[in-house]
């Protein structure tokens, strides 16, 4: 049987691509799209979310705005990473599909249960830990962290330096949890290749190719890439299939203090704090099988079959 989930997201160019996963893998059903505010503003990402969903024909999935800002702090975009709209490159018109009056938090619950996709920061899971519980959550599947450096900070990826007090709630909740952090996701690199595969799925493949284009530009000047991670879409491959990435066992702590690494995920691989493991956390991704997956999913939403 398929899995039911709700993506909590903020799009996001690697965001739009794993809404498209989501929804055209048949591993997944997914029952709810939500929004936080985290590589651009609230209004942003929402609006970012609509037009993903009408231009992949993905009308059947309700959507729902949730925390416009961090639970305690002020907020900061991506804007160097995503553009003035979070999801410049291509054009987009006026969206068709429409908006749920809920909060993102009660959409959550009256869909569960469900596993929770994460692929923003952590606020509105967090604040559905804070006045639900573990009710109905299955599973905890995050992008965000690194068992290594960051990418907003030399230590803090950009999820959980958004929120690191939401995050720090969410691993300390007791619900299993699965970290899929730069280390990983570095590997789902956005090769011409790649490129290539998704030119020949129609309208919807070209504009995920102008979309991965435009991510490629803004990789390159900031980080030096030659081709971009596709960071996001790794947490859903995840749940289609875990034998896509491969996880370990270990504590993670959240750094909220820190003078230079508010964020950082301390990820105690080795087991040297002697603490149990609260997390499974991704270390390898079978590149190959992710690809064909993406690929697949992006071709079963635009129907045009992918070889």
Same mark, same amino acid.
């Given at each position: 049987? #398929? ?47 609509? !037009? ?21 702090? @002020? ?33 959550? !619950? ?65 619900? #299993? ?50 081709? @971009? ?47 149990? @493991? ?30």
């Amino acid at each position: 049987m #398929p899995t039911p989930v709700v993506l909590d997201c903020d799009p996001g160019h690697d965001d739009a691509i794993a809404i498209m996963l989501a929804a055209g893998d048949p591993a997944i059903d997914l029952r709810a799209i939500t929004t936080v505010a985290g590589n651009q503003t609230l209004d942003k990402v929402t609006l970012n979310a609509r !037009r993903v969903c009408t231009i992949a024909g993905i009308t059947d999935v309700p959507i729902a705005a949730g925390c416009a800002r961090p639970l305690v702090r @002020p907020l900061r975009i991506a804007d160097d990473v995503h553009g003035s709209t979070g999801l410049d490159g291509p054009s987009f018109s006026d969206p068709t599909v429409g908006l749920s009056d809920l909060h993102a938090v009660e959409l959550m !619950r009256s869909v569960m249960p469900a596993t929770i996709v994460a692929t923003g920061a952590l606020t509105n899971v967090a604040l559905f830990l804070s006045r639900y519980g573990a009710d109905g959550i299955g599973e905890i599947v995050l992008m965000g962290g690194s068992t290594e450096r960051g990418n907003i900070t030399p230590a803090a990826e950009a999820n959980i330096y958004v929120d690191p007090e939401a995050a720090e709630i969410v691993f300390s909740s007791g619900v #299993p949890v699965t970290m899929c952090g730069l280390n990983v996701t570095h590997q789902a690199l956005v090769t011409p290749d790649v490129l290539g595969r998704l030119e020949v799925l129609g309208e919807l493949g070209r504009t995920c190719a102008e979309l991965m284009t435009f991510f490629a530009k803004t990789y390159r000047e900031l980080f030096g890439f030659d081709a @971009p991670p596709l960071h996001d879409p790794v947490a859903v491959a995840r749940v289609i299939d875990p034998s896509l990435v491969r996880c370990v066992d270990a504590h993670v702590a959240i750094e909220t203090a820190g003078t230079h690494t508010r964020g950082a995920t301390v990820v105690d691989l080795d087991g040297y704090l002697g603490l149990e @493991p609260n997390a499974q956390v991704a270390v390898e991704l079978d590149v190959p099988r992710f690809w064909d997956r993406v690929i697949a999913a992006i071709g079963n939403v635009s129907g045009i079959r992918a070889d």
